[in-house]
């Protein structure tokens, strides 16, 4: 009796599974069913824009079509018609930048461009083009990621197996620099951390920023830049990174970048004489009057490459020239950095803008006041050895 019912139970759970199955079968056959109508509807019926949204995109057209052929272009996004064009048509062939529904690869440009040039926020950007801030922030980092995958064809180092142009073609640097590959620098930018790590990146300039490492050829190109280093980090610890990193600066053998009197000399970065007087502007009143002096003077003369590099890229692009907090977090505020640098070696070699460079040059020039070459920082990990 005890067999035949665990018998009877055992049919009994069969059949019951077997008709679980079945209509869990049936189910999903009637929710495909239910999705295909749906979508068959959606196709049948095409999107009709409301009266607002018509208006809305007469107001982006226009905005679009006056950027394109006006020349405030370069008031608006740091270069001309043509210069923008080609960059779109790069961030699309290289950049895998696209078209999105309601929204085309030149507007989106155009936006990443204009708050770079003018550190506008997305809320700003939100009323001027007539889009959500949400839409404007998705689009601001689809370009952002774009420019970033040009890295390596517009951040590329020296090989050193040329004589740099400004060097061979100048008799006053030709021979004795002739294996000298650029100039190297840090320079400081506002970034926006939390109260935790605010001491980290709190300087001598009593706001938080970050140290910004980079490395420029001659013709004002960045050729190597290491963004996210604390403000209070050392020239020193920064550098060793920066030579030590997988990422790292690679200097040939024999060759050598120039940097200032903050940097201890090594094999492959040439201080100038320390003691000894260094900067443009001293010897415009009073020519060197020996050797040391006459090749600070040279030294000077092509390390301010690196100066005028930051200069122009920050009055380029204000957004990491500007002392109030940023809207971004450290590691947008890296990108963002790298972008400008991608963006200014794109320029600098299609649109290089001349009186902005020559405004820049004679910025520099007068910032060289006269005082001698100073020895490196206490801080720094070097001068203590």
């Not at 790590?197 to 190597?224: E, I, M």
């Not at 000894?276 to 006459?294: M, T």
């Not at 947008?332 to 950095?337: G, K, R, V, Y």
């Amino acid at each position: 009796m005890d067999l035949n019912d665990e018998v009877l139970k055992t049919i009994i759970f069969s059949d019951f599974m077997r008709k679980l199955a079945l209509v869990h079968a049936a189910c999903r056959y009637l929710c495909y069913i239910i999705h295909q109508r749906q979508r068959l509807k959606r196709k049948r019926v095409p999107h009709i824009p409301t009266q607002s949204t018509i208006e809305r995109q007469k107001v982006r057209d226009e905005l679009m079509s006056r950027l394109r052929n006006s020349k405030k272009c370069y008031d608006v996004i740091r270069m001309g018609p043509q210069a923008f064009q080609g960059l779109c048509d790069i961030l699309q062939r290289d950049g895998d930048l696209q078209d999105t529904q309601r929204a085309t690869v030149e507007e989106q440009v155009g936006k990443f461009l204009h708050m770079l040039a003018h550190n506008q926020t997305t809320r700003t950007m939100s009323f001027f083009f007539c889009r959500s801030s949400e839409t404007i922030s998705r689009h601001f980092h689809n370009v952002l990621r774009s420019i970033i995958m040009l890295e390596d064809q517009f951040l590329q180092q020296p090989d050193g197996t040329q004589v740099p142009l400004e060097i061979l073609q100048s008799s006053r640097f030709n021979p004795y620099f002739k294996d000298c590959i650029g100039a190297l620098d840090g320079t400081h930018v506002r970034v926006k951390v939390s109260n935790e790590d605010a001491p980290r990146y709190r300087g001598s300039k009593g706001y938080t920023t970050q140290n910004v490492l980079a490395a420029c050829s001659f013709d004002l190109k960045f050729t190597y830049v290491l963004p996210g280093w604390e403000g209070t980090a050392s020239d020193s610890r920064i550098i060793k990174s920066a030579l030590t990193r997988n990422d790292n600066l690679k200097i040939p053998q024999g060759k050598y970048y120039l940097v200032d009197a903050g940097y201890m000399n090594r094999s492959r970065l040439i201080a100038p004489y320390r003691g000894v007087r260094y900067h443009l502007k001293e010897y415009s009143v009073r020519p060197p009057e020996n050797a040391k002096e006459l090749f600070n003077l040279r030294h000077t003369s092509l390390r301010t490459a690196i100066e005028r590099a930051f200069g122009v890229l920050k009055k380029r692009f204000p957004i990491i020239a500007s002392t109030t907090e940023p809207n971004y977090c450290v590691d947008t505020q890296n990108e963002i950095i790298l972008a400008c640098c991608i963006l200014h070696n794109y320029l600098m070699g299609v649109d290089p803008d001349e009186s902005l460079i020559a405004e820049v040059n004679e910025d520099v020039l007068h910032s060289h006041r006269e005082r001698v070459a100073p020895t490196p920082r206490e801080d720094d990990e070097d001068a203590r050895q």
